[in-house]
């Protein structure tokens, strides 16, 4: 049986593509059985609808609080009986509420070579700090935005005269053949 993944995101999900991609592989460990975002307009939900995979919008205007939201999604994710839970572009800052069920088998893609440049704007950031290097981490999340263990990073050269888009999207395309590939060894483990 394959372990069973969530995906959470708030936008254009092409992490959470190459996710439901690489699950649907026969060989693969895992498989992607629900995506839930915060975002009622994130196009990765219609995208993961067409596929026949669960969705679900949770809209966390709709909550007065963080907690309340969190408690919201943390009900939908235990319905799903999942194995692990991939955070892939979610931005939202998560409560306890949310993280302590799932602590150990909760993951998150991060556009920069964690403990650096935590938060957004990873790629400017970089390049105004004169940095040779970017690339993206996969973590365990915890409480700290951005804190959880570093499992695996991938190194992406910054090349002369850069820019933060340009940057991004090279990123991305590491960002693309990194977290199958953490997601399946994480799963092996579990
Ligand atoms: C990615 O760069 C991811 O690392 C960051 O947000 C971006 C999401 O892109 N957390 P996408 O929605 O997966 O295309």
């Not at 372990?3 to 190459?18: C, F, P, W």
């Not at 060989?27 to 975002?39: D, G, M, R, T």
């Not at 409560?95 to 069920?101: A, G, H, N, Q, S």
């Not at 263990?149 to 990123?171: C, D, F, K, N, S």
Request: with cysteine; hydrophobic share 45%.
């Amino acid at each position: 049986m394959k372990k069973r993944v969530g995906v959470l995101i708030s936008g254009t999900g092409s992490n959470m593509k190459a996710l439901v991609s690489a699950g649907r592989e026969a060989a693969s460990l895992f498989e992607v059985v629900c995506v839930a975002s915060n975002k009622v307009d994130a196009g990765g939900i219609a995208w993961a609808r067409e596929q026949g995979i669960a969705t679900q919008v949770i809209n966390h205007k709709d909550f007065a609080t963080r907690e309340a939201f969190d408690t919201a999604l943390n009900v939908y994710l235990q319905s799903q009986r999942l194995d692990l839970i991939a955070c892939a572009g979610f931005m939202r800052i998560m409560t306890p509420v949310l993280i302590t069920p799932w602590a150990g088998r909760m993951l998150n893609i991060h556009p920069s070579l964690l403990p650096k440049y935590k938060g957004l704007h990873t790629h400017q950031r970089a390049i105004d700090a004169g940095d040779k290097e970017a690339g993206c981490s996969v973590h365990f999340v915890t409480a700290e935005l951005d804190g959880g263990a570093v499992i695996a990073q991938v190194r992406v050269p910054i090349l002369a005269g850069e820019t933060a888009e340009t940057l991004a999207a090279r990123v991305l395309v590491e960002e693309h053949k990194l977290y199958p590939e953490v997601l399946s060894d994480v799963t092996s483990l579990i």
